[in-house]
């Protein structure tokens, strides 16, 4: 059974420091999402990871994915508070299978202080 | 605006209660979900469906029924409830079911709270 686990689960941050959230996972997937939510929000999504060694970054977020180590990371650069709120991981169940098979990780929020 | 719109955003309801919960898509998507989001516990998958048919149900109980009529609408009917059903219920599409690709496009929720 794919179990997906995130950590921390509350993170407390100032501004321009830096800052990883970790995803790790039980066992073999080919996708790899991690998702945004903002507090009476939909779920948005920032990045897809589909392959071991794949870095995707998009302003002070970059995502990895070891598929090996069955481990993808989250890394904030200088956060700022606009990076405010609860990040996602969610695994693809099985290989090459539907999206509609993704098991979520509980989430990591992130509180970003002045 | 993630182009997925969900209504009500709120419901309260009694147990005894028969209320149903709309979701639209206008994407042009051929996929669509209903996810359940606990406090304290991950998003749950709770329906699949693909071409207005249903292809995944993971075990949930009969108190929530789906429906499909088309490939923009999805309904999520629900009677006699519990308490512990109280949570957000969350749409979402995707242009298909299969490959690694696709990116999920949730709604804004409906917080549901069963008295």
């Known amino acids: 059974e794919l179990k997906v686990e995130q950590n921390p689960l509350f993170l407390s941050m100032q501004e321009g420091k830096n800052y990883t959230i970790y995803c790790n996972y039980s066992?073999?997937?080919?996708?790899l999402y991690w998702y945004r939510q903002d507090p009476g929000k939909s779920l948005e999504s920032l990045f897809v990871?589909?392959?071991?060694?794949a870095v995707k970054q998009e302003g002070r977020l970059m995502a990895s994915l070891d598929t090996k180590a069955r481990l993808s990371t989250l890394h904030i650069t200088a956060a700022v508070h606009d990076l405010s709120a609860t990040y996602f991981c969610?695994?693809?169940?099985?290989?090459?299978?539907?999206?509609?098979?993704?098991?979520f990780g509980k989430g990591t929020k992130l509180s970003v202080k002045p | 605006e993630t182009g997925v719109t969900q209504t009500p955003r709120h419901l309260v309801m009694g147990m005894t209660n028969k209320k149903s919960l709309k979701c639209e898509q206008h994407?042009?998507?051929?996929?669509m979900y209903w996810y359940k989001q606990s406090a304290k516990k991950p998003l749950e998958l709770m329906f699949v469906?693909?071409?207005?048919?249903?292809?995944e149900n993971n075990s949930v109980p009969s108190r929530f029924s789906p429906e499909c009529p088309n490939s923009s609408h999805l309904f999520l009917h629900l009677h006699t409830l519990q308490p512990e059903d109280s949570a957000l219920y969350l749409c979402a599409s995707s242009q298909d079911t299969g490959g690694s690709l696709e990116k999920l496009f949730f709604g804004s929720g409906t917080q549901l709270s069963v008295l």
């Open positions: 469906y693909s071409l207005e048919e249903r292809v």
């Open positions: 990871l589909l392959s071991n060694g």
């Open positions: 969610a695994v693809g169940r099985g290989l090459g299978g539907s999206q509609g098979n993704l098991i």
């Open positions: 994407l042009g998507h051929n996929a």
């Open positions: 066992t073999t997937s080919d996708r």
